[in-house]
Nanobody, 124 residues
Framework: QVQLAESGGGLVQTGGSLKLSCAASGRTIRLGAMAWFRQDPGKERELVATINWSGSSTSYADSVKGRCTISRDNVKHMLFLQMHSLKPEDTAIYSC?????????????????WGQGTQVTVSS
């Protein structure tokens, strides 16, 4: 099985930047496409960004387009999310997710491996 662990969350002010990391371990050969999701209490889980296995294809939620960049390092088995111009509405627990397929999925149920999440809080 694959284990995922996020890090890099924290408290930032509006307009600030943050880089999240996700380290994969275990049977990483089974890890294909990956994604970042976020969820704040009282809100539905939201897909933030996806990236296929090779990193040749990425996608972003409309709410973060232009402010986020998803990337991965398959040698180090890591996933990253660089965020800029953060807004209070970006406040949420950000979770790293992975799937066996090399192609990205766009729903929570498309991903079988999940990290514990890292809290991002953007002050107003």
């Amino acid at each position: 099985q694959v284990q995922l662990a996020e890090s890099g969350g924290g408290l930032v002010q509006t307009g600030g930047s943050l880089k999240l990391s996700c380290a994969a371990s275990g049977r990483t050969i089974r890890l294909g496409a990956m994604a970042w999701f976020r969820q704040d209490p009282g809100k539905e889980r939201e897909l933030v960004a996806t990236i296929n296995w090779s990193g040749s294809s990425t996608s972003y939620a409309d709410s973060v387009k232009g402010r986020c960049t998803i990337s991965r390092d398959n040698v180090k088995h890591m996933l990253f999310l660089q965020m800029h111009s953060l807004k209070p509405e970006d406040t949420a627990i950000y979770s790293c997710a992975g799937r066996t397929s090399v192609d990205s999925g766009f729903m929570t149920r498309d991903y079988e491996y999940w990290g514990q999440g890292t809290q991002v809080t953007v002050s107003s």
